[in-house]
């Protein structure tokens, strides 16, 4: 008699709500991983924002692969609307956490996470479950 295999599995049907919690968490294994890696070393902050930027397109690719799969069809289409609901989460949270504003870097992490999360969802859509 095995107990771990009566507790009960949360399964998220949604494809998108699947991408989002799958991409904030590819989003807090890189925020920990950055962290590591200026506390241990002399990197400064300001040097990290082009690794900020490949945090954000590696959490939407990977959630775009999540939702795609899920979803089974369109791929390119969820994904690229999980790339435009991260940013907007991103961008509302910057902006209510940090009084962060929108400018050239929202701009940049859009245009980076779109097409990530789509070129995520086609890959997502054309492997096997």
């Known amino acids: 008699m095995n107990p771990i ?9 949604s494809p998108l709500l699947s991408g989002i919690v799958n991409a904030f968490v590819w989003l ?5 991983v950055t ?7 002399d990197t400064s ?18 959630g775009g ?4 799969k899920r979803a089974g ?4 289409y969820h994904g690229a609307i999980l790339g435009i ?7 509302l949270v910057g902006f209510l956490g940090f009084d962060a504003g929108i400018g050239q870097d929202t701009a940049i992490l859009l245009a980076l996470s779109v097409p990530a999360g ?7 859509v054309n492997t096997k479950k």
């Open 65 to 68: 692969f999540s939702s795609g």
């Open 28 to 32: 807090c294994v890189g925020a920990v």
């Open 85 to 91: 609901l991260y940013t907007a989460i991103v961008v």
């Open 5 to 13: 295999s009566k507790l009960p599995r949360i399964r998220i049907t």
């Open 73 to 76: 069809s369109r791929g390119w």
């Open 45 to 62: 902050e300001e040097s990290v924002t082009t690794a900020t930027f490949v945090i954000h397109g590696i959490a939407s690719l990977f």
């Open 118 to 124: 789509a070129l995520g969802g086609m890959i997502g």
């Open 35 to 41: 962290s590591l890696l200026l506390t241990m070393t």
